[in-house]
């Protein structure tokens, strides 16, 4: 098992010299994987959890690649609508031959429904614009042209590339924990990635039905490589409703074994607060993660 860490790309303390010491201290620290979130044109309902300014991952990501000869990125999560498939086929392929081969492209439907009138895009389709927009990915990063005649995006004879340097293609990490979720995970997923999943949940419910879901398409089953919370206390915290990665050392290193036997290759860890006021400083969410990455 890999473990990752969620880099925090938005709100006042967020700069482009912050984000370089993020991924050196990831490289520093043995972290395997540095990702980061996704939103396009931030509503007040975003910014109330996430605030301004937010930086696009795709260019940051680009950007910050270039500090770094080993450490892979990744988007946890792209919101797949807000964007042409040919787009983000184009930008993830793009990274992944900047970096040779160490890029991942997790992917999600999004939540906020005023983002996406913001954007004017219809908000109760959100799942089928994923969809739709991810077959056309897959088929931008096979093909050499492409033509689609689909339901929210329609193009003919378009030349793609250029190709991306891992094959087939740089790995999908699909987000959400719904049955949809689990589903499009199966059919377009290398890894199915939920965010603060109940571990309890994930062994009973969860996994045997991504397993199901496999068997009745006839495909593999996808990795597991969710993004939990990191958040020590000095002290156990109380076992009731306790989220992964949250309490004693001794408590999240049990998580991270769970998950281990779980099956995870990546655990991606997320120092951001709930709510904006609670975000520590810096040197403190890197206390809390080499820490934890340490303990192993």
Known sequence: ????????????TTAPANLCEWIRFAEDSGFALAMMSDHVAPTPDVTATYPAPFYDPFVTLSWLAGFTDRLEFGTTVTILPYRHPLLTARLAANIDQFTQGRFVLGVGVGWSAAEFAALGLPFRERGRITDEY????????????????????????????????????????I???????????????????????????????????????????????PDLSPRIRARLSAHDVSAMDRPPGVGSIA?????????????????VLD??????????????????LSTI???L
């Open 175 to 221: 987000g959400g924990m719904s049955s949809a979720a689990i589903r499009r995970a199966v059919r377009f997923g290398d890894a199915w990635h939920p965010v603060n999943p109940r571990l309890d949940w994930l062994r009973d419910v969860a996994l045997p039905q991504l397993h199901e879901v496999a068997g009745t398409l006839g495909r593999l089953i």
């Open 271 to 288: 120092t951001n607060p709930d709510e904006p006021g609670g975000r520590a400083p810096v040197k403190d969410d890197w206390r809390t």
């Open 293 to 295: 990455a340490g303990a």
């Open 1 to 12: 098992m890999r473990l990752g860490l969620n880099i925090p790309n938005f709100g006042p």
């Open 134 to 173: 991810l077959a056309a990915i897959t088929q931008a990063w096979t093909d050499d042209e492409v033509s689609l005649d689909g339901h929210y995006v329609a193009y003919t004879d378009v030349s793609t590339g250029p190709a991306a340097v891992r094959r087939p293609h740089p790995p999908i990490w």
């Open 251 to 267: 408590q999240v290193l049990d998580d991270l074994a769970r998950l281990d036997e779980l099956g995870a290759t990546h655990v």
